[in-house]
């Protein structure tokens, strides 16, 4: 048995798959494939092969050191990787040894910017074909496969704000390397447009020299994108794409994200989305999440309901998020800087509480009795959460929700004054509550969580010790 055959991945759609691709690497002229997996953070990192190698790899897969699960957002490795047992007390981990990506080859694509070169998403795997309990693919898979054994189907669809600014300097001079923990410079930039002027057209116009560049790319990866917006704030904009299912949308956001950043930097643009970044008058960035569920024997969507706005089964499921949103919050917004959001009468929310039509709260009911698209928008996340734990995180809140039949309580007409649970000031507040969160430790494993914690504790360790300018080197070009 080859690799691919150990992990249980080669299904017989995988195995259509992967005819498709060696098909399409000829018919093409595809050189190379950059193989690619979004670690603990949902950045892409990977390896890139000659086309003639990519047969087999897709069936033994490519080797890497496991230390890329072990770095915080500077690159820097926070767990000892020495010594008998590594960093987590197992042979396998022992001396930087390698895991391995393996490639799933129904994400195949050919970049659009460089139509040389194809692009598969992995799976992280150890040698003898057992899932890496770090990747965040995988656990975002077991997530969805509880809500199937619970009769559902996980439907999301994305809204993501994100900031965009005409490169003017990057500094690459020898001085400027920089080295894990101590990222180098950040670029300079100036504004595509001067901001709040909300979709006025004038505004649209002066950033669609870019703006259509990225939409004929993203259009070209075959990304399901709905919409384009110029947002409140300077040089701010925000996409949206249509819902989709399962494993799909957290995929595409990966997708699009390191899209977005290599498409402008080969354009002479910079494209970040760090929540907030350190220019005047600056609005922050939000990645709202829409959500539903569609009932596997039925076909139909759960969260709607003939007589209410949402059904009980859509009222227990965002109870649940609710209920769990301060300890949700360390993967809905996993950076110190993300928390400057959270603040009231700021068109984001600060406590945990719902309603309809109103952009103060964390959870907005869209739809109606009898409406077919009625669904949930949670609004609490930062476009720079990892996506497969930002989704995973909500399935595993919203199951908690319906195993408990929880009631949300009622909406929030004023939700700056209403009486409900606030989020956390910071992400410390945020680890702490998800060290304590039963709900959470059982959906992810101990494992995951007290590692996810001291990951991100090093991170803000690092920031304790930092300079003003220490959230700008460290998110405004990494994210």
Avoid at 54 to 73: R, Y
Avoid at 180 to 185: E, L, N, R, T
Avoid at 365 to 376: E, I, Q, R
Avoid at 407 to 428: N, Q, V, W
């Amino acid at each position: 048995m080859h690799l691919a055959e150990k992990a249980g991945f080669w299904t017989g759609d995988r195995q259509a798959a992967a005819r498709d691709v060696e098909r399409r690497l000829q018919a093409d002229n595809i050189s190379v494939v950059r193989l690619s997996f979004a670690d603990q953070h949902g950045i892409l990192r990977g390896k890139t092969y000659v086309a003639g190698e990519i047969p087999g790899v897709m069936k033994s897969g490519v080797g890497f050191s496991a230390t890329m699960l072990m770095k915080d957002t500077s690159h820097r490795t926070v767990f000892s990787v020495w010594g008998q047992g590594g960093a987590f007390g197992g042979k396998e981990w022992e001396g930087a040894a390698d895991v391995v990506m393996l490639p799933d080859p129904t994400t195949f694509r050919v970049l659009p910017w460089a139509p040389h070169t194809g692009w598969m998403l992995c799976d992280i795997v150890f040698a003898d074909g057992r899932p890496v309990p770090l990747s965040t693919r995988h656990l975002y898979r077991k997530a969805l496969s509880s809500l199937s054994e619970a009769g559902y189907d996980f439907i999301a669809g994305l809204e993501v704000e994100f900031h965009l600014f005409k490169l003017e300097k990057t500094h690459l001079a020898l001085a400027d390397a920089a080295q894990p923990g101590q990222p180098g410079p950040p670029p300079d930039v100036s504004l595509l447009n001067q901001g709040y002027q909300y979709l006025t057209e004038q505004r649209y116009d002066e950033m669609d020299p870019i703006l259509e560049i990225l939409r004929a790319n993203i259009a070209g990866l075959g990304l399901p994108l709905r919409s384009l917006e110029v947002e409140f704030g300077p040089s701010q904009v925000e996409f949206t794409f249509r819902a989709d299912t399962g494993m799909q949308p957290a995929d595409a956001m990966v997708l699009f994200r390191s899209a977005t950043k290599q498409v402008a930097q080969r354009h002479g643009y910079h494209a970040t989305f760090m929540c907030r970044p350190k220019i005047p008058n600056v609005m922050s960035s939000g990645w709202h999440l829409h959500q539903s569920l569609k009932d596997r024997k039925t076909g139909a969507n759960a969260f709607m309901d003939g007589q209410q706005p949402l059904s009980p089964v859509g009222m227990q499921w965002m109870a649940g998020l609710l209920a769990h949103a301060p300890a949700a919050a360390a993967f809905s917004t996993p950076t110190l800087n993300g928390y400057e959001r959270y603040k009231p009468f700021s068109l984001a929310p600060d406590r945990a509480i719902w309603a309809r039509e109103n952009r103060g709260v964390m959870v907005r009911v869209l739809g109606g009795p009898g409406d077919a698209t009625t669904h949930l928008e949670n609004r609490v996340g930062e476009p720079a959460a990892n996506p497969y734990l930002y989704m995973a995180s909500q399935i595993v809140c919203g199951l908690d929700g319906l195993k408990t039949k929880a009631d949300p309580g009622p909406s929030a007409d004023t939700p700056y004054e209403a009486k409900a649970p606030m989020l956390p000031h910071s992400l410390a507040e945020a680890l702490a509550a998800l060290a304590e969160d039963k709900a959470l430790r059982a959906g992810f494993g101990d494992f995951f969580v007290d590692y996810y914690v001291k990951l991100k504790q090093a991170e803000i360790e690092r920031f304790s010790k930092g300079a003003d300018d220490w959230e700008q080197r460290e998110y405004f070009s990494i994210f």
